[in-house]
């Protein structure tokens, strides 16, 4: 089993969509948890770390669940400019591991 | 917002010589900072963790004689592709964490290594 899951997509939704992506994590240890967006050849970048409680920023909400070890993404009100892929990150102490990242393309 | 840059961000070399690319925190201090290797439409993946002022500890797989890591300072850490095969080409990028705890990193733009 990988130690960070992600569904590659890709997910295609009209604009104004809402739209969720799951990632599942291997290691019950696990500290820290991240979505980050990387644009196509480019470096990734934050999007926003995900708490136990639940985390909400403007149009993006991120959810953790421990005991079934997944975290979730939700994407309302879906713009043009959100197309990228975003990536879970998982880490522990010094060791951090990126899944392989969800497409999304949002369509006009 | 904190800064990390890279250099150089292309770099084209013929098989058999090294390369070294530099990583740099601008307007922070990075005890730690990662070197990752994304080939393409694949995820980041880590190949070492790069302590200042001791050795970097290698993910599995990762030749620590061929990728050579220097961290002297808190605020550069260096990679050295040895002897570069046309394998070796990928896009490598580098992130810093802030010294200051916060488990946030922060990206370099990327370096993209060709090997001919």
């Known amino acids: 089993r990988k130690e960070v899951e992600q569904d590659p997509g890709p997910f295609n939704v009209p604009e104004g969509a809402t739209v969720a992506f799951n990632c599942t994590y291997s290691?019950?240890?696990?500290?820290?948890f991240f979505w980050y967006r990387q644009d196509c050849r480019k470096e990734p970048k934050l999007l926003m770390s995900v708490y136990s409680s639940g985390n909400e920023d403007g149009r993006f909400t991120a959810q953790l669940n421990r005991a079934s070890q997944y975290i979730s993404l939700l994407i309302r009100d879906s713009k043009l400019s959100d197309s990228a892929t975003y990536l879970c990150?998982?880490?522990?102490?010094?060791?951090?591991?990126f899944g392989t990242g969800t497409k999304l393309q949002v369509i006009p | 917002g904190a800064v990390v840059s890279q250099h150089p961000s292309r770099v084209i070399c013929k098989s058999g010589t090294s390369v070294k690319i530099e990583c740099r925190s601008l307007?922070?201090?990075?005890?730690?900072m990662f070197w990752y290797r994304q080939f393409p439409k694949q995820s980041l993946m880590l190949m070492a963790t790069?302590?200042?002022?001791?050795?970097?500890?290698?993910e599995q797989g990762v030749e620590k004689d061929k990728f050579l890591i220097n961290h002297a300072s808190l605020t550069l850490s260096t990679l050295t592709v040895t002897s570069a095969h046309p394998e070796d080409s990928s896009f490598y990028i580098c992130s810093a964490r802030d010294s200051r705890g916060s488990y946030e990193q922060y990206f370099g733009p990327g370096t993209r290594l060709t090997v001919t």
């Open positions: 307007d922070f201090q990075a005890t730690t």
């Open positions: 990150v998982v880490s522990l102490y010094q060791k951090v591991t």
């Open positions: 290691n019950s240890a696990s500290q820290s």
């Open positions: 790069s302590n200042e002022g001791s050795k970097a500890t290698y």
